[in-house]
């Protein structure tokens, strides 16, 4: 059996989509755990980007890394490996094609995000030298509320969600540099492409027609809620609680499969809360790690 070839990618075909999502369903089953891939991002690929590595292997793909840059000062890096091929050094060699691209882009750090139950996963980031950053819950609406209309305070009456037009680009690139911490050229160029993406909706979120916050579905799956922010001045008064009720009711009515998701911090005690009181609960866990791209580069393959 050999450790097969390391392949750039800049857009998967229709079959390697195939393989790979088999391959992740595979790793899954094998390892008890729930990758966080971002599939529905490979299908949006720019072509003229490498973002995506495979490992081919007895002509079949055996191991696979994604690599996500939402910031010019990093880049989340996910992937896995078939489990017969493990401990061949496959992935190191996924990951250092990663950190020549990254170093090419001037993208300083590396990511990795690894399933907290993944044992292959835990072990590699720990032996590559990583820095544990934080970690974060990926939440599922309770089977049991998918049938319920979701409520919230008063202030939901006050509270209108609309979508966001091209107009409203500065408007939610502020929002998100101030909500994250971004630059707002940054968020700017992170809203440019929300706002071109099929099946991504923007929603702004409105007090009286005042904007007060914004938030992104992302139809895939059974509906996946993220960019969430409310304004400083606008916080700790229901508000939040009434727009995630709005957003959890249009994502239902949208009928997609399965259950609406998000994710947040684990540091994150007041998000949590929130979100299981509007009936979310825990499915995994993921834990990022940091790795600088030079000692990536460096890394040595078993």
């Known amino acids: ?32 755990i729930t990758l966080k891939l971002n599939l529905d991002m490979l299908e949006e690929r720019d072509p003229e980007e490498t973002n995506d590595w495979l490992c081919v292997a007895d002509g079949r793909i055996v191991g696979f890394l994604g690599m996500y840059v939402f910031t010019k000062k990093e880049a989340e890096i996910s992937g896995m490996v078939h489990p017969d091929y493990r401990k061949r050094g ?6 250092k094609a990663a950190a020549e ?30 820095d544990y950053r934080f970690s974060e819950y990926g939440m599922e609406l309770a089977e049991e509320h998918r049938g319920e209309k979701p409520t919230s305070k008063a202030s939901a009456s006050r509270v209108a969600l609309r979508r966001a037009l091209q107009a409203d680009l500065e408007l939610a690139a502020r929002m998100d540099a101030e909500g994250f911490g971004e630059s707002i050229e940054e968020a700017r160029a992170f809203v440019e492409t ?14 009286e027609g005042v904007p007060i916050g914004k938030l992104t579905i992302l139809e895939s799956g059974g509906g996946f809620i993220y960019g969430f922010t409310v304004l400083p001045a606008f916080r700790g008064q229901g508000h939040g609680r009434a727009i995630l009720a709005q957003a959890i009711g249009r994502i239902l009515a949208l009928g997609l499969p399965g259950r609406p998701a998000l994710e947040v911090a684990a540091g994150n005690d007041r998000a949590l809360g929130l979100y299981k009181s509007l009936g979310f609960e825990e499915r995994s866990v993921n834990d990022y790690y940091a790795l600088p791209v030079q000692r990536a580069i460096a890394i ?3």
């Open 101 to 130: 691209e990254s170093r090419r882009r001037g993208i300083p750090e590396l990511l990795l995000i690894v399933q907290r139950g993944s044992e292959s996963g835990q072990a590699f980031a720990k032996g590559v030298g990583s």
């Open 90 to 95: 496959v992935f190191a060699e996924l990951l």
């Open 194 to 207: 929300t706002m071109k993406s099929e099946g991504r909706q923007l929603w702004i979120a409105e007090l």
């Open 300 to 302: 040595n393959r078993p």
């Open 1 to 32: 059996m050999n450790r097969g070839e390391i392949r750039p990618v800049n857009r998967l075909t229709e079959e390697q989509l195939k393989q790979v999502k088999a391959l992740a369903r595979l790793c899954d089953e094998t390892d008890g």
